[in-house]
Structures are given as C-alpha cells and as structure tokens.
C-alpha cells in the first residue's frame, strides 16, 4: 500500500492571491490524504483518478474564488444577515409564548414540546417553508445536503466534470457527508456554542452579581445540581488544607462564599422540584417595604416614566401627565429661542417674528389641553385657566414660565389624587417598575445545613464568623483603636471599565499592646456606599451635618492632579471617622467602620440599594434639561381622540413649527403597517425607512426590538430608544459610520483575513499536520456548569447605560431569552441552514434558489397542514 501521494504537477494558482492560495492547497492535500488516499491505494496505483479529483476541486475553488470577489457583502452582513438571526429570535420567542399558555408543560418532556412549538411557528411565519424535517430526521438531512451539493456542484464545476456521474457522486458525498454534516453538527451543538461564548468574552472577569443572579434565576434543576456539585467539591478541598497565619482568613473567607452558594442552589432546586416556584415581582411586592419613588423623580426618568404614563392612561389621566411633559418641553424651546434672539440683537440682527411665534406655541399648548374644545380637557380650577387665558390674549410676549401656576397645580394634583400617585405605588405596575430599575429588595439567605458548625451571614465576602450584628456587640473594646490612612492611589481597568483604587493602612491596637495591621483596596463608589449606609440610619442623622464625603466627578475623573485631591480629601474623611471623639460621641459606628475597614471585599448592604437609589437621581444622568428634549413625544395609545400637537404647530410659521416640533411635539412616525400581521412575517418586513439610511442604527433597531421585546412596551420608550440609539451613533462616528463599517466588511473580506481564516480551518482539523480527532462528549455536570458561565459572562458584560435606557428586568429578560434560544439542536440547524440559505443567495443572486429552497423545505408535513389550514379557513370566510 502506497503512503505518499507521488509529486503532480499541476497549476496550484486557486484565488489570485498568494496569501489564500498556499494554506488552501495544504487543506486540499490533507483532505486528499486522509479522505481518499488512504483506501485509493488499496485499490489502484493509478494516479490520473487523484489527479482528476484535484484538479476539479480546484476548478470549483476557482469558480467560487471568481464569484465571491463580484459580490457586494456589506448588504449582506448589514441586513439580510442580522434580519435572518432577528427572525430566528421572533419565531423562538412566539414558540416561548405558546408554550406558557399551555396548562400541562409539567407534564411533557419541555424540551421536546419547546422544538415543535418553534417549528409550529415557524410555518406560520414562513407559510410555504418548514426546516422541522431537515432539521430533525438524519436520514432527510442527508438527502437535503445531497441535493445542495448537486447544484453548487453544477455551478461551479465544469460541465464534463459535472456530467461525469462517478465523479459527481463521488464530490458530493464527500462534500455533504465529509465537510457540510460535520460542520452543522458542530455549529448546532450547544455545548460548543457556550464555550465559544466564553472564550469571545474571555478577557471579562466572573461577575459576582450576574453568578448569583443566574442561580436564582434559572429554572434548570440540572444546573444548579452541577454548581452545587462542584462547590461541595471546592468545600471538601479547602476543609482538607493545612494552613495558619494569614492564610487561615482567606480560605475561611473562600469557605464562607462557598457555602453561600451552595445554599442559594440548595433553597432554588428545593423551590423547582416541589412546584412551589412563584413569580418574582410577587416575592417581592410581598417581601418587607418597597422602596418609595417620589413623583418628581419618575417624571423626570426614561423607564420610570414609561410606567407611569401606562397607569395614567388606564386611569383616564393622560391629558394631565402630557399637559405638565408638554410645559416641561415649552419652557426649554422658550427658553433656547429666547437666547438665540438675544444674540440676534446683540449682532443686530431683527427677531420680532420669533416672539410672535412663542406666543402662537403658548396658545398651541392652551388650545390642546386648557380650552373648552379641549378633548380629553386637564382638570384644573377655572380660575387658573380664566388668568391665563388673559394673560396669553394681552399684547405682551408669554414668557417661558407662563403655564409654571397651573402646571404646579397639575403636578399637586398627580402627586396627592388617591387615584394617581398613591394609587400608582399600590399597583403591579410600579412593582415592575421598581424590577426595571434593579430596586427591589429580595431576602437574604441565613443559617447553613451543612452540619459542620460552620455559619455565614448571606454575604459571601463577609467575615466567616462575625455578622455585622456580632460585630455591634463584641468587636467595640474601648482599648482597641484603629487608625487607618490611604497610602497609595492607583488606576485599575476592569474588563473595560477604568477606576481609581485607594491603598488604605489600617493599623489596629489591641488592649494587650500588640498590634495588627494591613492593607485593604477600596474604590470611591465603596467609600460613598459605606458613606451612604450609616447616613440613611436615623440613630446616625446628627452625622450627616459632620461627615462630608467628597463629591462626585464624571468627567476626568482620572487625572492624576484630581487624584491626589481626593486622595488627601477621603484621608481626612477617614481621620474623622476615626477620631477619638467621634468614637466616644458614636461608639455604636465603630462596628460599621470597622467592617470597611476589614481585608477583605467590602459588603455594600443596604449601601447598595442607597447607591442605585443615588444613581436614580442623579442628576448628570436624568437632568431636567435633557429629559425635557427627549420625552416630550406623545405615544399614540394615549394619542387617540386626540389632535396631536404636532398638527396644531403645523398651521404656524415654517421656522418655529419646525423648532418647536424637533424639541417638544415630534411624533416620529410609527412603522410601515401590513395588510399581515407583523408577528407572523420577517423582521425586516416592518423595517422602519424613516432611518435615514443608516446601518447601524437600522441593525441595532431590528436586534433590540426582538432580543428586548420593545414592540410589546409602548412606543414612547421605543422611539426614546431609537432617539438616544441615533445621538449616541452620531456623537461617536459622527457621519462616517456607515464608512467606517463598510470599511470593516472589507477588511474581513480581504486576502490576508481569508488567509487567516484558512489557516484557522486547516490548523483546528488537521494540527500540526495530523488529522484531529473527534473530542469525546464532555460529562453532563461540566456542561451544566458551561451553561451558567455562559450565562453569567453574558449577564457580566451588559453595560449599565443599557439598563438605564431600556430597564434591569427588561435586559436580564432579552439576554436569557437570546442564550435560551441556543440550548436547543433542532433550533441551532435551522439557524444553521438560514444562514447557508442567506450566503447562498446573495453568491448567486442570478439563480433561483430562493424558489429551490421553497421546493426543498415544502416536503415537511407541517408545510401541507398549514396550508389546509389556510384553505379551510377561506373557504369559511
């Protein structure tokens, strides 16, 4: 038997380029070696058949080489590939939908139900096109591939090559069987997926939050017994080292996060497996306290609003919430136009058509809202109106502030009406509210049953033996002291996220005389959570005129000079923390200062919830000012019946209608209707045109209305969302990032990228030269446990701009449906072969394969069924 192919000469020019052609010949010689080679020479030491064989796959090469350089790829990756995953997401989420209608889930394998309700849905939105059979039956796969091969055979071979049937035949087992089988079968496995997931966001470190979140958020009995597994595994080890000194309190610590997780696993199986699993948003409405919004913030918020306004609209009172969002608007454009006329004097320019104009807006905002025609009208005493409608008929300019009286007594009204605000605290809607916002509190996990003395105290950096509470009682001795000072300052970037890092030494003297001392790492935010922790406590109120922590700085916040200010700032905040007055004055705050002072992570506890709470009002992130320019668009759910009050500004002056309608009465226009309904077609069928051509904005819409479901939120959150989408691309790129990402499409189209992505083919199927073999499946705990660091990863890495903009519960919510969607084979080929399907047709747009696909997939029993159906229900109308 015959090892080594004999020396051939033959044209090895495949692409035209150098950089392309050397790693794919190499891929076609091993290919020939280990496919064919090996059991040729036990037949025949004829070399033309191995001759033949390369030289037409070669000729394919060429062929396909010729056509991919005459497409245009930027539509491709742009559009048509992003609309072909946001439909994937559409037909999975409908498929998720159904199933929770469904009363007897608990009674089916999930699984199994969860893949034929997606390829129910499937046809539904396809009609003529079902991939269930391709996608689930081998045998049919097969025949599907079979037949694919065949015409990319015949368009791309040359005809005596292709009417050679031994070879056709040949090439086409090799090719469906040997190359497209195996590769679907790897790009549908889950477990695969999650780990390229994992190793895309390698250079993020394990969120603590986004773990503990996800335990307690998975509904997979499965995975919490692998966490659980492996952390009694981690315990069992621990337990058995031999340590001392300092050593002892980090792995007490490690043991301590340890056994809190293995809690959290255990109260979450036990909750799934006795069917006792409630809703979140009612553990929480009925957990303790809620936290308290007042009105002024949530009229000045994004998502809360978005709540508040639903309410409003249930209750009738629409005109009154739009009557003091529209002031809001009026009084800014007021302003801004009273400005720019101030510089038109001063440069002597005439403005006098402008404060005519203000005036006809006034009376705009009075005719909508105050007049008798008025439908529905604001609720306010006749008196007020009478005065302003006296007010606006004088010959005078309105001022800005001319609506301020009855907009105070509107706002009066919302925030003191049992049937507004009051009652809006009461409701499911301010429960979800307060989800969207990450504000509800939830019960901590305490006691251990794990049997071996051992406690924690829900905190897994928390001291192994010392709660808080303990501390209060048995750390404060009059004869220890502490002095602490920051010795250092540095820069730390985190997976993205840059802040500065505060060395504090803390030297502690015991009533022995002996003393103790170490360092510990705080960052700001630490310092302003203890600071607000102490502070919100009413036996510390006569501290908050004393302790004055540092302000804030969102801009160069880095700089070296402002640094060292802060640095020398938070040493005297630290000497008066310390000072043994206070600590006479205070004795109960030394167990709190201590804690902050303790090596190891610091614990926020209530701190965390009053650092969302400040971040919520914050007033560099929901300013009046720049709410005002972004809220004041009119939903048309609480539109109807009404004349908008862009219609009313249009009968005015082009200039000012067009100012006043871009700042405050802006109603974008909703997207293209159908004659279908728009769950049951493609995304890009209701693809907004009113995107002013650019693509990544057209690409971030379509992604965000199907992963976060905001074509179920009202459209006023939706086109904030495309308002903030639009200024955030052009405050970034400007008006090059189209350019720029058709730049980018070309890079990843260019020889030296095509090369590489060659030699990562080659090197992953055949290392080091040798053909790989097939990894064996990995152990079910292990893939269990890559599910939940995928999910933690994907949870980790979300940025808190976007929950400020679309709300906590809303991304959790969209980035588990997204993962979900990937736990399922059937479902991954589908997407698989879209996506095939998609290349295939932008290849070769001249060829019918659209119609070739329709014909393939229409095969499927669900394919005929559907289409009875739809005949018997014409027949009916």
Request: proline share 4%.
């Amino acid at each position: 038997m015959r090892l080594e192919q004999k020396p051939i000469k033959i044209d090895r020019r495949l692409t035209g380029s150098n950089y392309i052609d050397e790693p794919l010949q190499q891929v076609i010689q091993f290919a020939l070696r280990d496919y064919i080679q090996y059991w040729y020479y036990t037949l025949s030491e004829d070399e033309s058949f191995l001759l033949e064989i390369r030289q037409t796959v070669q000729n394919a090469l060429v062929q396909f080489s010729t056509r991919s350089k005459e497409v245009d790829w930027q539509p491709y990756f742009t559009t048509r590939l992003v609309d072909d995953f946001a439909t994937h997401l559409r037909v999975f989420r409908k498929a998720q939908d159904r199933l929770e209608r469904r009363d007897d889930n608990k009674q089916r394998d999930l699984s199994e139900e969860m893949v034929e309700s997606f390829f129910e849905a499937e046809v539904e939105m396809e009609r003529n096109v079902c991939r269930d059979v391709v996608c689930t039956s081998l045998k049919d796969e097969e025949g599907f591939l079979r037949d694919l091969c065949e015409v990319l055979l015949y368009l791309l071979l040359p005809p005596g090559d292709f009417h050679n049937k031994n070879m056709r035949y040949f090439l086409r087992e090799i090719l469906a069987r040997g190359v497209l089988l195996p590769l679907v079968n790897q790009l549908s496995d889950p477990d695969y997926i999650n780990q390229f997931v994992i190793w895309m966001i390698r250079d993020s470190s394990c969120n603590y939050e986004a773990f503990m979140n996800i335990l307690k958020l998975t509904d997979k009995v499965s995975e919490l017994e692998a966490v659980k597994d492996k952390a009694l595994e981690e315990l069992q080890y621990l337990r058995s080292l031999d340590t001392a000194g300092d050593d002892i309190n980090v792995i007490k610590n490690q043991i301590n996060s340890l056994l809190f997780v293995k809690k959290v696993c255990e109260t979450r199986i036990q909750r799934l497996q006795s069917g006792k699993e409630v809703d979140t948003l009612k553990l929480a409405a009925n957990f303790g306290k809620l936290c308290i919004i007042p009105l002024e913030h949530i009229l000045v918020h994004n998502i809360a609003l978005q709540f508040f306004m639903d309410y409003m609209q249930a209750a009738g009172a629409q005109a009154e919430l739009f009557f003091w969002l529209t002031v809001e608007g009026y009084r800014v454009t007021a302003q801004q136009q009273l400005e720019v006329m101030e510089g038109w004097q001063k440069d002597g320019k005439k403005g006098g058509s402008t404060k005519g104009l203000l005036k006809a807006a006034a009376l705009g905002v009075y005719e909508q809202y105050l007049s008798d025609k008025a439908s529905p009208r604001v609720q306010v005493d006749e008196v007020s109106v009478v005065k302003l409608r006296e007010k606006l008929q004088k010959e005078g300019d309105p001022t800005p502030e001319i609506f301020d009286d009855i907009q105070r007594k509107v706002y009066d009204m919302m925030l003191r009406d049992e049937r507004y605000y009051p009652s809006f605290r009461q409701s499911p809607l301010y429960i979800r509210m307060l989800a969207e916002l990450d504000m509800l509190k939830e019960p901590s996990y305490r006691g251990s049953d794990d049997g071996d003395g051992e406690s924690f105290n829900g905190s897994p950096t928390g001291s192994i033996n010392l709660s808080l509470d303990d501390l209060s009682n048995s750390c404060h001795d009059e004869n220890i002291q502490l002095h602490a000072f920051i010795s250092d300052t540095g820069v730390c970037n985190d997976h993205g996220k840059t802040y500065a890092l505060y060395a504090v030494t803390v030297c502690r003297r015991n009533h022995d005389g002996s003393e103790d001392s170490w360092k510990t790492y705080r960052r700001y935010s630490d310092f302003h959570d203890f600071h607000m922790r102490i502070t919100e406590q009413v036996k510390f109120e006569n501290l908050t005129s004393i302790l004055k922590l540092p302000g804030k700085k969102t801009f160069n916040n880095m700089d070296r000079d402002f640094l060292e200010k802060r640095k020398k700032d938070l040493n005297a905040y630290l000497q008066l923390l310390l000072n043994p007055e206070m600590v006479k004055a205070c004795p109960t705050l030394v167990p709190y200062v201590y804690d902050f002072l303790e090596n190891k992570q610091y614990s926020k506890g209530k701190g965390d919830f009053a650092r969302k709470m400040d971040t919520f009002v914050n007033p560099l992130r929901s300013s009046m000012r720049n709410v005002s320019n972004a809220v004041k668009r009119l939903p048309d759910s609480l539109a109807e019946g009404m004349n908008t009050a862009a219609d009313n500004m249009g009968r005015m002056s082009e200039k000012l209608g067009q100012d006043i309608k871009q700042s405050m009465f802006k109603v974008p226009p909703l997207l293209p209707k159908s004659d279908v309904d728009p769950e049951h077609c493609r995304v890009s069928a209701q693809l907004d045109d009113n995107v002013d051509d650019n693509i990544p904005l057209r690409v971030m819409l379509l992604l965000m209305d199907e992963v976060f479901d905001l074509k179920e939120r009202n459209q006023w959150l939706r086109r904030n969302i495309k308002n903030l989408l639009q200024q955030l691309i052009r405050a970034t790129y400007g008006d090059t990032i189209n350019r720029k990402i058709v730049d980018h499409v070309d890079f990843m189209t260019a020889p030296e990228q095509v090369a590489d992505y060659v030699k990562k083919f080659r090197d992953s199927y055949w290392p080091n030269g040798i053909l790989a073999e097939s990894p064996p499946r990995r152990d079910k705990n292990i893939r269990m446990r890559t599910r939940v660091a995928a999910k933690t990863n994907l949870l980790g890495i979300m940025p808190d701009e976007l929950k400020h903009i679309i709300g906590a519960d809303t991304t959790r919510k969209g980035i588990l449906r997204v993962f979900d969607m990937f736990q399922h084979g059937p479902m991954n080929r589908r997407l698989v072969y879209v996506l095939l399907e998609g290349f295939l047709e932008t290849m070769f747009p001249q060829y019918k394969f659209p119609e070739l696909f329709v014909k393939l997939h229409s095969r499927s029993p669900r394919t005929a069924r559907y289409t009875q159906k739809l005949k018997s229900t014409s027949l009916k109308r």
